[in-house]
């Protein structure tokens, strides 16, 4: 079955409910719901469009901020970071998954997901949050992103990585137009080539987005277009809104 990956941001400023789990008993509610999902995904920096990067020092301590929540014995909990020390920490103190945005573009990310034995999620991103919305152009979306993983999984294997614990992201909104978007999920069967596990976020993102309405009205449209990447190959939905989603 395809597996449910909710979200977690413990940030002020991420594009939909960031700002909400910032104290404890918002954070104990949200880990009520979260635990019905299969993977549970905590971020500590924002990386929507136009986003700006944190000192790894603050994303530390917010992860910190959560910790004695998770049940360590029976979830996957994914940390979303791209930065190697940040990882390091997270993984010591509990997480058991690395959700790499930059797709392992540092190697020091990749030595500690080799020894600590962890899967990883590669995702596509054209620039940084700060710039990947400018003007993104593709010669062919899908043939760039086929060479990108098809790159990236060899460097993950080269450093010493099982091929079991790679999974990848085509990175839907992270530097893509809406056009772009469309046409990943309807061509997700392609990625199927590298037979590793495709993971999906798209939930309340602006592609979704009917006459500018804002992230809060887009559950229908993320949920229809969750039913057709599913269809067409995703293994795993990474999701804000968990019960309605299993």
Do not use: W
Not at 73 to 99: C, E, H, L, R
Not at 105 to 129: C, F, Q, T
Not at 176 to 183: I, L, R
Not at 222 to 236: F, K, M, P, Q, W
């Amino acid at each position: 079955r395809t597996l449910i990956m909710g979200i977690l941001n413990v940030t002020p400023d991420s594009f939909y409910d960031g700002d909400k789990f910032l104290n404890a008993e918002s954070l104990k509610d949200k880990f009520n719901i979260l635990n019905k999902s299969d993977i549970i995904d905590i971020g500590a920096e924002s990386s929507r469009p136009g986003a700006s990067k944190i000192d790894e020092s603050v994303e530390i301590d917010r992860i910190s901020s959560i910790l004695s929540f998770l049940n360590k014995k029976n979830k996957y909990y994914s940390i979303d970071t791209y930065k190697p020390n940040v990882a390091s920490y997270a993984i010591k103190n509990g997480f058991n998954m690395i959700n790499d945005i930059t797709g392992g573009s540092d190697s020091k990310m990749l030595d500690i997901v080799s020894e600590a034995n962890v899967p990883i999620v590669l995702m596509h991103m054209r620039g940084n949050p700060k710039n990947m919305q400018n003007n993104p152009k593709y010669n062919d979306v899908i043939d760039d992103l086929l060479s990108f993983f098809e790159n990236r999984i060899e460097f993950c294997l080269k450093h010493g990585i099982n091929r079991k614990q790679i999974i990848i992201d085509p990175g839907i909104g992270f530097g893509k137009t809406v056009v772009d978007n469309d046409k990943i999920i309807r061509c997700l069967s392609r990625f199927k080539m590298f037979d590793i596990p495709i993971l999906i976020g798209l939930s309340r993102k602006s592609f979704l987005s009917i006459d500018n309405d804002k992230p809060i009205s887009r559950l229908e449209s993320s949920l229809s277009v969750a039913s057709i990447a599913i269809n067409n190959g995703a293994d795993i939905i990474r999701v804000h809104d968990i019960e309605k989603s299993i």
